[in-house]
Protein backbone atom coordinates (compact mmCIF):
# COMPACT_ATOMS: atom_id res chain seq x y z
CA UNK A 1 0.00 0.00 0.00
CA UNK A 2 1.67 3.69 -0.75
CA UNK A 3 1.64 6.26 1.28
CA UNK A 4 -1.00 9.52 0.82
CA UNK A 5 2.47 11.63 0.35
CA UNK A 6 3.84 9.08 -2.26
CA UNK A 7 0.61 9.59 -4.19
CA UNK A 8 0.54 13.26 -3.74
CA UNK A 9 4.44 13.53 -4.92
CA UNK A 10 3.37 11.32 -8.16
CA UNK A 11 0.76 13.25 -8.55
CA UNK A 12 3.02 16.46 -9.23
CA UNK A 13 4.80 14.93 -10.95
CA UNK A 14 3.01 13.59 -13.38
CA UNK A 15 1.19 16.84 -13.08
CA UNK A 16 4.11 18.77 -14.30
CA UNK A 17 5.00 16.57 -17.29
CA UNK A 18 0.87 16.73 -18.84
CA UNK A 19 0.84 20.72 -18.24
CA UNK A 20 4.11 21.47 -20.05
CA UNK A 21 2.31 19.08 -22.94
CA UNK A 22 -0.90 20.65 -22.70
CA UNK A 23 0.52 24.17 -22.80
CA UNK A 24 2.67 23.59 -25.22
CA UNK A 25 -0.47 22.09 -27.07
CA UNK A 26 -2.79 25.33 -26.45
CA UNK A 27 0.43 27.52 -27.47
CA UNK A 28 1.02 25.55 -30.93
CA UNK A 29 -2.34 25.83 -31.29
CA UNK A 30 -3.16 29.46 -30.86
CA UNK A 31 -0.29 31.30 -30.77
CA UNK A 32 -1.20 32.77 -27.50
CA UNK A 33 0.96 32.53 -24.29
CA UNK A 34 -1.92 34.04 -21.64
CA UNK A 35 -4.15 31.72 -23.14
CA UNK A 36 -2.01 28.64 -22.64
CA UNK A 37 -1.07 29.06 -19.71
CA UNK A 38 -4.51 29.50 -18.70
CA UNK A 39 -5.34 26.56 -19.99
CA UNK A 40 -2.39 24.67 -18.61
CA UNK A 41 -3.05 26.13 -14.87
CA UNK A 42 -7.16 24.88 -15.16
CA UNK A 43 -6.22 21.60 -16.68
CA UNK A 44 -3.53 20.76 -13.81
CA UNK A 45 -5.63 22.23 -10.96
CA UNK A 46 -8.88 19.62 -11.85
CA UNK A 47 -6.48 17.06 -13.20
CA UNK A 48 -4.73 16.91 -10.27
CA UNK A 49 -7.17 15.93 -7.65
CA UNK A 50 -8.48 13.96 -10.42
CA UNK A 51 -5.40 11.51 -10.15
CA UNK A 52 -5.08 11.64 -6.70
CA UNK A 53 -8.31 10.24 -6.06
CA UNK A 54 -7.97 7.74 -8.58
CA UNK A 55 -4.72 6.64 -7.33
CA UNK A 56 -6.11 6.09 -3.40
CA UNK A 57 -8.99 4.00 -5.02
CA UNK A 58 -6.60 1.56 -6.84
CA UNK A 59 -4.84 1.64 -3.59
CA UNK A 60 -7.86 -0.01 -2.04
CA UNK A 61 -7.85 -2.77 -5.11
CA UNK A 62 -5.75 -5.76 -4.79
CA UNK A 63 -6.14 -7.08 -8.41
CA UNK A 64 -2.83 -7.89 -9.61
CA UNK A 65 -0.96 -7.72 -6.49
CA UNK A 66 1.09 -10.36 -5.23
CA UNK A 67 1.12 -11.10 -1.40
CA UNK A 68 4.10 -12.47 -0.60
CA UNK A 69 4.59 -14.25 2.70
CA UNK A 70 6.90 -13.74 5.92
CA UNK A 71 10.01 -15.89 5.84
CA UNK A 72 10.36 -17.76 8.39
CA UNK A 73 13.97 -19.14 9.27
CA UNK A 74 13.99 -22.12 11.99
Known sequence: METKKR???????WRIIATAITSSL???????WKFAATI????TTLK???YFSHER???RITYGR?????????
Not at 40 to 43: H, K, N, R, S
Request: aromatic letters at 18%; a negative charge; charged letters at 20%.
Open 40 to 43: GLAD
Open 57 to 59: FWN
Open 7 to 13: SIAKAIS
Open 26 to 32: ALGLTGE
Open 48 to 50: FFI
Open 66 to 74: EVKQPEYFI
